[in-house]
């Protein structure tokens, strides 16, 4: 059985940065790509990133390219989350989710395994 743990978030002001976390038990790990979403009081879940089985592809949302990194560490079973130059409407819960297949997907539905989630608050 696979369980996904997110640690990282906190309390940071507009234009900071946080670096979430998200470790994997089991042993598909390696082999399925990952990925990023986040969901705001009031509104639906939404991608943010998503990174292949071995790193080599990634994918990001159009309102987090080029300030959030994507990136894994198969020898760790974690995946990580670089969040620069964050925004007020970057606020939400971050949660991270597994796939059953290697490759990069931005659909929450082709996700199997979800973690808790990690709070994120950005103060402007």
């Known amino acids: 059985q696979v369980q996904l743990v997110e640690s990282g978030g906190g309390l940071v002001q507009a234009g900071g940065s946080l670096r979430l976390s998200c470790a994997a038990s089991?042993?598909?790990?390696?082999?399925?790509?990952m990925g990023w979403f986040r969901q705001a009081p009031g509104k639906e879940r939404e991608f943010v990133a998503t990174?292949?089985?071995?790193?080599?592809?990634?994918d990001y949302a159009d309102s987090v390219k080029g300030r959030f990194t994507v990136s894994r560490d198969n020898t760790k079973n974690t995946v990580y989350l670089q969040m620069n130059n964050l925004k007020p409407e970057d606020t939400a819960e971050y949660y991270c989710?597994?796939?059953?297949?290697?490759?990069?997907?931005?659909?929450?539905?082709?996700?199997?395994?979800w973690g808790q989630g990690t709070q994120v608050t950005v103060s402007s």
């Open positions: 990174i292949s089985w071995n790193g080599a592809s990634t």
């Open positions: 089991g042993r598909t790990f390696s082999s399925a790509a």
């Open positions: 989710a597994q796939q059953l297949g290697p490759g990069i997907v931005t659909k929450a539905t082709a996700y199997r395994y």
